[in-house]
């Protein structure tokens, strides 16, 4: 089954251009990943770094974004709706940031963690998502 792009909307939190900017985002990630990944080409020897910065960049984006649709909201008059949708976006960035650095960490050596501690960001999303999907229908 294929959901729709207003299903997505909805239960996501998120607009058709945030999601055009993690599709972007995702695509660099993944050119450079298989860079990395192959090691003869000329990202052979760079860390995960420079791999994941498309996506924190995409979160840079999206969270001006969202201060930017936040504020026009709450000068438009519609404060409750305004801060409802700014705390989704809020603990969505953060708990997407937190998981992506883990990881980055993760894979450069610098951190001890288990990849379960290191997933439980997505975790404690997906179970926000299902509420949020519930409480929609």
């Given at each position: 089954?294929?959901?729709?792009?207003?299903?997505?909307?909805?239960w996501l939190g998120l607009t058709i251009f945030e999601m055009w900017?993690?599709?972007?985002?995702?695509?660099?990630f993944s050119v450079l990943l298989a860079l990395r990944l192959d090691?003869?080409?000329?990202?052979?020897?760079?860390?995960?770094?420079?791999?994941?910065?498309?996506?924190?960049?995409?979160?840079?984006?999206?969270?001006?974004?969202?201060?930017?649709?936040?504020?026009?909201?709450?000068?438009?008059?519609?404060?409750?709706?305004?801060?409802?949708?700014?705390?989704?976006?809020?603990?969505?960035?953060?708990?997407?940031?937190?998981?992506?650095?883990?990881?980055?960490?993760?894979?450069?050596?610098?951190?001890?963690?288990?990849?379960?501690?290191?997933?439980?960001?997505?975790?404690?999303?997906?179970?926000?998502?299902?509420?949020?999907?519930?409480?929609?229908?």
């Amino acid at each position: 089954m294929i959901f729709t792009l207003n299903e997505l909307e909805h239960w996501l939190g998120l607009t058709i251009f945030e999601m055009w900017i993690n599709l972007v985002s995702l695509t660099i990630f993944s050119v450079l990943l298989a860079l990395r990944l192959d090691e003869n080409y000329f990202l052979g020897n760079t860390g995960w770094w420079i791999v994941f910065s498309p996506l924190f960049v995409a979160d840079g984006l999206n969270a001006y974004f969202c201060a930017i649709i936040f504020i026009r909201m709450h000068m438009e008059g519609m404060v409750k709706a305004a801060v409802l949708r700014g705390l989704w976006s809020l603990i969505l960035l953060i708990l997407i940031f937190v998981f992506k650095y883990l990881l980055c960490r993760k894979l450069s050596g610098q951190s001890p963690l288990e990849y379960s501690e290191i997933l439980s960001p997505l975790f404690i999303l997906l179970q926000l998502i299902a509420v949020r999907a519930c409480q929609l229908h």
